[in-house]
């Protein structure tokens, strides 16, 4: 089984930028991606990015280029998200994912993903 917790969530000004972290551990982890997903209250949960393990070849979705970036570092077993230019439309919570192994068909379907953490809340007040 794989586990997966997320941190670095917080209340923070429109403007500001914050750095999420997903700590994984478990079995060897054999996942091909480590994606983040943020629902926020009433609205579906939505794909924000995801990162190969192996590779590192990274995936956004186009709303979220430039002021997202994902990031894994293979010796400490996380995958950091920072985000930058923060907008009231980016308070969500924020999951991060695991696949179970293979290759996913479609990184940014959360359907995919089988391993998720317990989420961290990111409030941005404008």
């Known amino acids: 089984q794989v586990q997966l917790v997320e941190s670095g969530g917080g209340l923070v000004q429109a403007g500001g930028s914050l750095s999420l972290s997903c700590a994984i551990s478990?079995?060897?982890?054999?996942?091909?991606?480590v994606g983040w997903f943020r629902q926020a209250p009433g609205k579906e949960r939505e794909f924000v990015a995801a990162?190969?393990?192996?590779?590192?070849?990274?995936h956004y979705t186009d709303s979220m280029k430039g002021r997202f970036t994902i990031s894994r570092d293979q010796a400490r077993s996380t995958v950091d998200l920072q985000i930058i230019s923060l907008k009231a439309e980016d308070t969500a919570v924020y999951y991060c994912?695991?696949?179970?192994?293979?290759?996913?068909?479609?990184?940014?379907?959360?359907?995919?993903?089988?391993?998720w953490g317990q989420g961290t809340q990111v409030t941005v007040s404008s």
């Open positions: 994912a695991a696949d179970a192994g293979g290759r996913p068909t479609d990184v940014t379907n959360r359907y995919e993903y089988s391993y």
């Open positions: 990162v190969t393990w192996k590779g590192g070849v990274t």
């Open positions: 478990g079995r060897p982890f054999t996942s091909y991606a």
